[in-house]
């Protein structure tokens, strides 16, 4: 398995409390990405990274941030946990973009907001 | 937007049947199509990809076409075993400023013995 490595693996939180999960890679890859994955809808992007301070939006942006200060390390933080925001993290490397390379998963963070 | 649907949503099979998942895409110039396995409680594992310049693509018990004109693809899992049951995700490249994936919604395979 890649070097990819989710923490917390398991939290619940409050409504409106703060929230960051960590992923960290050992394998130097450009490419990070941070998906949720909920029944019905598959894994959707929220944000992604190409480089050290470089990230941008993906498609369900809306209540999450993310920082990436080194090459290793990708933080996503729920500003103010919702409810709706109760769902599966999963973390992604790729060495390129994903279009001509393979995506590797960490094993995921399952996060409840109460 | 960019959208890929997946069917069926469930599949339930014999051992030793076959079993056919079907994805279609929107966007006519998504050039890589990756397929993922997911068994439960673990992360989504590549099985195999096609890119738009290759028809067809074998790996063992396991096949992928593609179809550009009709914006189709599909996976094709031979002599199945209960060792495949699992969610299986497609995906496919799309472009809007930066190339990324746009997953399916998955389909549950359950192979009986």
């Known amino acids: 398995d890649a070097g990819i490595t989710q923490s917390p693996r398991h939290k619940v939180t409050e409504t409106g409390t703060p929230v960051t999960l960590r992923c960290h890679q050992t394998e130097n890859h450009r490419y990070m990405y941070w998906y949720r994955q909920d029944p019905g809808h598959g894994l959707r992007l929220i944000h992604y990274?190409?480089?050290?301070?470089?990230?941008d939006k993906g498609e369900v942006s809306d209540g999450y941030s993310v920082s990436r200060s080194k090459t290793e390390d990708f933080l996503l933080t729920l500003e103010s946990a919702t409810s709706s925001q109760t769902s599966v993290y999963f973390c992604a490397i790729s060495e390129a973009g994903t279009e001509n390379t393979e995506a590797f998963f960490g094993q995921g963070t399952r996060l409840t907001v109460v | 937007g960019e959208n890929v649907e997946q069917h069926p949503s469930t599949l339930s099979v014999q051992e030793g049947d076959s079993a056919v998942i079907k994805c279609t895409y929107s966007d006519s110039a998504s050039n890589y199509f990756p397929w993922y396995k997911q068994e439960l409680g673990k992360r989504p594992q590549l099985i195999i990809d096609i890119r738009s310049n290759v028809g067809e693509k074998k790996d063992q018990r396991i096949a992928v076409t593609l179809n550009k004109t009709a914006k189709h693809f599909s996976l094709h899992i031979t002599e199945t075993q209960p060792e495949d049951s699992a969610v299986y995700f497609c995906a496919a490249s799309v472009r809007t400023g930066f190339q990324k994936l746009v997953f399916g919604t998955g389909t549950r395979l359950l192979v009986s013995p």
């Open positions: 990274s190409y480089g050290v301070k470089d990230t």
